[in-house]
């Protein structure tokens, strides 16, 4: 079944679009902006996510995995070219980009290598029109510290292009709130945050750490939340609401924190079909959505 096309508004912005140009295309920027990563999706190349993501109904996308050579939206080979025809793609469907997950930097080469890496990357996401750079860390201890020094290397020249590196719960290294907060404070960049994403502490727990308790760990360090369940023993592709994760204990340790506004965005949803896929991203989003009003 193929999906509808929608008509959609087109953007005043073309070719190098910042963040703030980015946002101009629905005015003032909402409390919670609630979104879909193409993640789902990734069986499809990534228009086929973006249309479906528009259609559920959201404003805001994520862009991750997608059917291409690298698995990825935008990775450190996307070219300038390419991130506008993406950037394009977004705009067409009155889409805005939270976050962006662009896979590894190439610092088993070299320190340079991995800050040039970077700051392509970066190049490509400001050309997009992204609020957030999201890294998934790194596990190997012996590049442990070349990683991050590329990242403090790199937050300034995110910084001049108005956008927010972050780090996730992603196993290994930065499996906790605890570990990522002595990650933020290494790096020491202002605009290096963290992008939570209470699913992967309990998969990475082996359900051992609840994310209820995790959340007030991390008080001062919330960018935006990666909206994702779990189910024992081992499973985050479930649609949120459906889980072990309780949501509102973990947004009210989050709020405490400091996190009361900001990007959600959901990243897994129950597999299936286009159709199916459509129907669990739309319940995805009014479990969001509800989420956020009794929030408040």
């Not at 390419?82 to 962006?100: Q, Y």
């Not at 400001?126 to 937050?155: R, S």
């Amino acid at each position: 079944m193929k999906l509808r096309r929608r008509t959609f508004l087109k953007s005043a912005v073309a070719g190098a679009a910042s963040l703030i140009a980015a946002r101009s295309v629905s005015g003032a920027t909402p409390k919670w902006r609630i979104g879909c990563y193409t993640r789902a999706w990734d069986r499809h190349e990534y228009r086929v996510a973006l249309d479906a993501i528009a259609e559920a109904g959201y404003r805001y996308v994520g862009l991750m995995t997608t059917k291409s050579e690298s698995r990825l939206v935008v990775s450190v080979k996307t070219t300038p070219d390419e991130a506008r025809t993406i950037g394009d793609e977004c705009r067409k469907r009155n889409l805005e980009v939270a976050s962006v997950y662009g896979g590894d930097i190439p610092v088993a080469e070299s320190l340079d290598a991995g800050i040039k890496g970077l700051r392509g990357l970066i190049e490509c996401c400001a050309i997009i029109g992204v609020e957030n750079l999201m890294m998934g860390g790194i596990g190997d201890k012996a590049l442990f510290d070349l990683y991050y020094k590329a990242i403090a290397e790199c937050c300034p020249y995110a910084a001049e292009k108005g956008m927010g590196i972050s780090v996730k719960p992603h196993g290994g290294l930065n499996s906790t709130g605890p570990q990522c907060r002595k990650i933020i404070e290494r790096v020491n960049q202002k605009n290096f945050r963290l992008w939570y994403d209470p699913g992967n502490i309990f998969y990475y727990s082996d359900a051992k750490l609840d994310p209820v308790d995790d959340a007030v760990t991390v008080a001062g360090l919330v960018a935006g939340m990666s909206v994702k369940d779990f189910m024992p023993p081992k499973e985050v592709l479930i649609t949120p609401g459906t889980g072990k994760v309780d949501f509102p204990k973990v947004m009210a340790g989050l709020a405490k924190g400091g996190f009361k506004s900001g990007a959600l965005v959901v990243e897994c949803l129950a597999p299936g079909e286009l159709p199916k896929l459509l129907e669990e991203a739309r319940k995805a989003r009014a479990f969001v959505e509800k989420l956020t009003a009794v929030e408040g």
